[in-house]
């Protein structure tokens, strides 16, 4: 029996200056900030929303995390109804476990893991009800969900097996090698290639969905932000840029028309 599919549902930027990225990204993208305060104990944290809707959130980088030389990232969260299940099969799958199951009082439990190839990412199995799903193309939230890594086919077989995602069509870049994509339930998908040279590690990219390109592109730049690549037009109609934060953090905006 097929296993139904467990796309990513939060996303998470841990960053060196906090008010700079809260101020950064409420006006790239739009989002209204709200202090999570529901976690006694819990570091500083920032919910970002669209409207009443909660997509991600920001925190400081975790001084053992700063430690180990890791750069400011957004990471993913994929949804889960068993942690501890899910990290053990994972393991058993050639990924990694960087933290093991453990419980955010009022929240939900979590794990960090990593892909075979060397990927981060998250488990949580949320506390309460699902929230239920938006339309993938709803400006704030995240659009899509790209991995550069070393061996793309390894990847999708790992993604497919794990969290039941399907295979969307593929497509030759040419130079830049095959472009597998994937559906992660009704309204998540992605795609999945190897990495470019510059790109040192295995790593996710998430794209914010916004209105329009250019006016999203200067305002990065307004900001302090950095174009990396784009604006481009990509199969499909929408128009990409890819950018870093004033911290480092790397994001993707996505726009469905010039």
């Known amino acids: 029996m097929p296993k139904s599919p467990m ?3 939060w996303y998470e930027l841990m960053t060196s200056d906090l008010d700079a990225a809260e101020a950064f990204y409420t006006k790239v993208v739009g989002w209204t900030a709200q202090p999570f305060d529901k976690a006694p104990g819990m570091p500083r944290y920032i919910v970002v929303n669209v409207g009443e809707r909660g997509v991600g959130g920001l925190m400081t ?3 053992e995390v700063e430690k180990m030389g890791a750069p400011p990232a957004w ?6 109804k068993d942690v501890d299940a899910s990290t053990k099969a994972l393991k058993a799958a050639g990924g990694a476990v960087h933290r093991e199951p453990d419980d955010i009082p009022g929240v939900g439990r979590f794990a960090v893991v990593a892909d075979p190839q060397g990927a981060t990412f998250m488990f949580l199995q949320p506390n309460g009800p699902d ?4 339309p993938a193309r709803t400006p704030g939230h995240i659009g899509w969900h790209e991995l550069y890594t070393s061996d793309w086919k390894a990847a999708f077989d790992f993604y497919s097996s794990q969290f039941g995602w399907a295979n969307a069509g593929d497509f030759d870049m040419g130079p830049m090698g095959t472009y597998q994509t994937f559906k992660a339930g009704p309204e998540s998908g992605g795609g999945i290639m190897n990495k470019p040279a510059q790109i040192p590690v295995p790593v996710w990219q998430f ?38 934060d004033p911290q480092g953090a790397h994001f993707a905006l996505m726009a469905p028309v010039r």
């Open 7 to 9: 796309p990513f549902f």
């Open 207 to 244: 794209y914010f969905n916004v209105t329009g390109i250019d006016a999203a592109a200067k305002r990065v730049t307004d900001n302090g932000g950095t174009i990396l690549m784009g604006p481009m037009e990509v199969p499909g109609g929408s128009w990409i840029v890819q950018c870093q």
């Open 61 to 63: 980088m975790p001084e």
């Open 75 to 80: 990471l993913g969260y994929i949804h889960t």
């Open 131 to 134: 929230q239920p799903v938006v």
